[in-house]
């Protein structure tokens, strides 16, 4: 049935007053709004970004290479507050035209690298250090799938569902039915593929379980748009379970916390430069320094 209180007009023009929480920070143009350089740390990897699941999905596969070994993997973790505009910056802009979180400049690499959208950052990174991807041609194209089928869908769970269910001014039973159904299809995928497999793309953890927990588990859990009563989280016994198993990892536990600056004070690392960070300066640390 049609919505009876707007009809689009001819033409469309912009209304900043429109857009509900993030309309401080939405507009139709690209580029940068104001010039400054981002900061930059010791190691070669810098990593410009926010804890947001996207942003999550980065600092758990280096955190991850790290705890493998991987030492050529350290990184600096830099906070962009997209409520304050971070992201319009010359310097953030360079890194990403579209300015959205997470982007990632490697200096290891003559010249620097810069590498934007969190999939691509996933396989960028696991394809340099060759792992949490399989290097079989069929393994490697599952995980891909996986991959791929994140980045695809997520839009609809975040900008579509969590739009219209936790953000937007005004609710629209339309659009909440809309996205809400979808959301559950993509769950239903999800609860299948772990009723046959361990992990995501098979047997093997991977960047694809990586890219989709921070959405898809934390959603079952609650931890984003407090909706899982809502979607009848508990449906999907299997996600729970990946879910569950995912979260315990410490890489994961450590990874979650970083760039994040809301929440309980224990958990918020708004900056990472080294391991001994996650001791000794998670914001409760510092507010009692």
């Not at 993030?22 to 990897?45: D, M, S």
């Not at 791929?148 to 269910?165: D, E, K, R």
């Amino acid at each position: 049935m049609p919505d009876s209180t707007y009809t689009p007009p001819k033409v469309w023009t912009w209304d900043q007053e429109s857009g509900g929480k993030f309309a401080n920070i939405n507009r139709p143009i690209a580029g940068a709004t104001h010039e400054q350089a981002l900061k930059v740390g010791k190691h070669p990897l810098q990593l410009y970004s926010l804890a947001t699941p996207n942003g999550v999905k980065v600092t758990v596969l280096l955190e991850e290479l790290l705890e493998a070994g991987i030492q050529a993997a350290e990184y600096d973790a830099w906070l962009i507050n997209i409520m304050e505009g971070h992201q319009f910056s010359s310097g953030f802009v360079e890194i990403n035209p579209n300015s959205k979180i997470p982007a990632l400049l490697d200096n290891s690499t003559t010249p620097p690298t810069r590498v934007f959208e969190s999939g691509a950052i996933l396989l960028y990174l696991a394809e340099k250090f060759g792992k949490f991807i399989p290097t079989d041609p069929a393994g490697r194209t599952e995980c891909l799938n996986w991959l791929f089928w994140q980045m695809g869908s997520a839009p609809l769970l975040g900008g579509g569902f969590g739009h219209f269910y936790a953000y937007a001014p005004e609710k629209f039973e339309y659009a909440i039915n809309r996205y809400t159904m979808e959301v559950k299809r993509q769950l239903d995928v999800l609860d299948r593929q772990l009723s046959e497999y361990t992990y995501i793309a098979g047997d093997h953890y991977s960047i694809a379980d990586m890219a989709i927990w921070p959405w898809y588990g934390a959603l079952v859990k609650n931890e984003v748009y407090e909706a899982a009563e809502f979607i009848s989280a508990h449906e999907y016994p299997h996600i729970h379970r990946w879910a569950d198993m995912i979260a315990a990892r410490p890489a994961v536990k450590r990874g979650r916390i970083v760039n994040k600056a809301w929440g309980e004070l224990h958990e918020q690392l708004h900056e990472r430069h080294a391991a001994s960070d996650f001791v000794n300066k998670t914001q409760d640390k510092l507010d009692n320094s």
